[in-house]
Every structure is written in structure tokens, then in C-alpha cells.
């Protein structure tokens, strides 16, 4: 009788743990809602980089290029980015993903002008619905500081991405990325 009881608790610790397991696993190989941002993100680009709108001037280009970018599974987008920015040859690596773990955006940048390694963390922003990309990096003047991308999904066919830098408490724009899908 007692042999029977134990061998009642261990299959039904075996179930228990079986089932619990299975539900974690299934909620990590699984897409979340999140994952679905970064399919926007998927496709063939061009892009055009040009200086932030100011009143009374025209933005100057600083470079344009193309972009193919694909899914990796479910999970991360990985996108090449190559062109002619500040008048030199220009190269990029960017992998963006959901972390479920950690409730946010994770990834890297890497490119041809510099031998920094960015560490991405994003958020979509509740009011714009914009993905915030931010980072700490080398900057112009020396040392380092913030920097975020924000991801405006103007249509399917078409995102601005406006770079900022950060100064002291405030985020001021330093580029303005359209990118236009190639039909």
C-alpha cells in the first residue's frame, strides 16, 4: 500500500513537472506579440541619411545605401546595411530581438567606421508606438554617452529612424534615416 502511494506521488510529481516545463518551454519557442515589430523590419531598403529638419534650412544628405534585412526564425531580425555615408564606404551589422526574460529589445550594432561593439536595448513607446532603440557609446567630443533610435513606422513601405544623442537631460536629434522599401 504505501509502495503504491509513493509510486502515485512520483508519477504525479513527474506529470507536474512534465507539464510546468513543457509550459515554460512553449512560452519561449514560442513568438510572443512583441517578435511581430521586428517582421516590419524584414525586407529589402534603401535608405537616405540626412541632418535633422531645422527651420530656415534644408537638411543636408549624409549618405545613402541599401539594406537587406531578414528574419531569423521567429525571433531576431538581422539586418546589412551598405553604402556611402560621410563621404566614405559604409558597412553595418544590426541583430534586434525580444528578450521575453527581460521584457525588452536586445542587440548589437556593429559597422565599418569604428572598432565599438553597440549594445542595443529597446522599447515601444506607448504614445508614439515608436520602437526606442538606446545605447552608451564613444562620443564626438570625446568620453561617452547616450544615444537612441527611434523607429517611426510611417507605412508597411516606408520608416524614419531618428538618431539623437544625448545632452545632459535632453535627447537632441543629430540625424534623420529614411528608409523606403525596393519594390
Do not use: C
Not at 510572443?32 to 543636408?60: D, I, M
Not at 506607448?126 to 557609446?137: I, K, P, S, Y
Not at 516606408?158 to 545632459?168: K, L, N, Y
Amino acid at each position: 500500500m504505501v509502495y503504491r502511494s509513493s509510486l502515485q506521488v512520483a508519477v504525479a510529481l513527474a506529470l507536474s513537472v512534465a507539464t510546468t516545463a513543457a509550459a515554460q518551454e512553449s512560452r519561449f519557442t514560442q513568438p510572443q506579440a512583441e517578435h511581430r515589430l521586428l517582421e516590419r523590419l524584414a525586407g529589402e531598403w534603401q535608405f537616405e541619411r540626412q541632418t535633422p529638419p531645422e527651420a530656415g534650412s534644408r537638411p543636408r544628405i549624409l549618405g545613402t545605401g541599401a539594406i537587406s534585412a531578414e528574419m531569423m526564425g521567429a525571433f531576431f531580425v538581422a539586418s546589412r546595411w551598405a553604402g556611402n555615408v560621410y563621404g566614405a564606404d559604409y558597412e553595418a551589422l544590426q541583430a534586434i530581438g525580444y528578450d521575453v526574460e527581460q521584457g525588452k529589445y536586445t542587440g548589437y550594432w556593429l559597422d565599418s567606421f569604428m572598432s565599438f561593439r553597440w549594445e542595443l536595448t529597446g522599447i515601444v513607446d506607448a504614445a508614439t508606438q515608436e520602437l526606442w532603440v538606446t545605447t552608451r557609446g564613444p562620443a564626438p567630443a570625446g568620453g561617452t554617452t547616450g544615444f537612441r533610435e527611434r523607429y517611426r513606422f510611417d507605412s508597411a513601405d516606408s520608416i524614419t529612424i531618428i538618431g539623437e544623442m544625448q545632452r545632459d537631460e535632453s535627447w537632441v536629434a543629430i540625424t534623420h534615416t529614411r528608409l523606403t522599401r525596393k519594390r
